[in-house]
T-cell receptor, first 114, second 114 residues
Framework: KAGVTQTPRYLIKTRGQQVTLSCSPISGHRSVSWYQQTPGQGLQFLFE???????NKGNFPGRFSGRQFSNSRSEMNVSTLELGDSALYLCASTHGLRENTEAFFGQGTRLTVV | KQEVTQIPAALSVPEGENLVLNCSFTDSAIYNLQWFRQDPGKGLTSLLLIQSSQREQTSGRLNASLDKSSGRSTLYIAASQPGDSATYLC?????????????FGRGTQLTVWP
């Protein structure tokens, strides 16, 4: 079965701009989580969506937002980009219902803010 | 708040050695624990999922154990190969949170030289 698909793979944006990243989960999975990975901070949780509802949120400013569509695809948006937003953004797909669930990650979107 | 620690941060070994990577977590109330591999600039690949009721899980040359009471997991890699070179990440599903959030360690960067 198809894996988790993230688009685009690479992005270069200018400070002050906004960006939208997309994540398509594994078919049948209803939960999508987003993580930011930087060399200095490691993997940090952004938020999680399940059945179009944000179920969990990390400690990121309001410039970071997301949404999930009825087909479980998710997007995250970052407004007013800062240099510090440069990172690898990863999304994870899970069933979202069962206790003993396994997470599958996409290849990530590398965002560079200049 | 759940905190995950991985030791060592980096490991460099000759081909053929058997390796042990360590992971510890502060709150033993977890659903399960998952080990991942990450190649430079890429996404995370799931290696093993250990459910909270299990003590260990095996896949090929990999064996992972879980001791919830002591808050520890070990990833054992037998007969290491240069292709095993990557960063290995440990993550836990915490019962204190929803199912959508994984808590990650900072990883062990492994280099296996011929």
């Amino acid at each position: 079965k198809a894996g988790v698909t993230q688009t685009p793979r690479y992005l270069i944006k200018t400070r002050g701009q906004q960006v939208t990243l997309s994540c398509s989960p594994i078919s049948g999975h209803r939960s999508v989580s987003w993580y930011q990975q930087t060399p200095g901070q490691g993997l940090q949780f952004l938020f999680e969506y399940f059945s179009e509802t944000q179920r969990n949120k990390g400690n990121f400013p309001g410039r970071f937002s997301g949404r999930q569509f009825s087909n479980s695809r998710s997007e995250m948006n970052v407004s007013t980009l800062e240099l510090g937003d440069s990172a690898l953004y990863l999304c994870a797909s899970t069933h979202g219902l069962r206790e003993n669930t396994e997470a599958f990650f996409g290849q990530g979107t590398r965002l560079t803010v200049v | 708040k759940q905190e995950v620690t991985q030791i060592p941060a980096a490991l460099s070994v000759p081909e053929g050695e058997n390796l042990v990577l360590n992971c510890s977590f502060t709150d033993s109330a977890i659903y399960n624990l998952q080990w991942f591999r990450q190649d430079p600039g890429k996404g995370l690949t799931s290696l093993l999922l250990i459910q909270s009721s299990q003590r260990e899980q095996t896949s090929g040359r990999l064996n992972a154990s879980l001791d919830k009471s002591s808050g520890r997991s070990t990833l054992y890699i037998a007969a290491s190969q240069p292709g095993d070179s990557a960063t290995y990440l440990c993550a836990v599903w915490d019962r204190g949170s929803t199912l959508g959030r994984l808590y990650f360690g900072r990883g062990t960067q492994l280099t296996v030289w011929p």
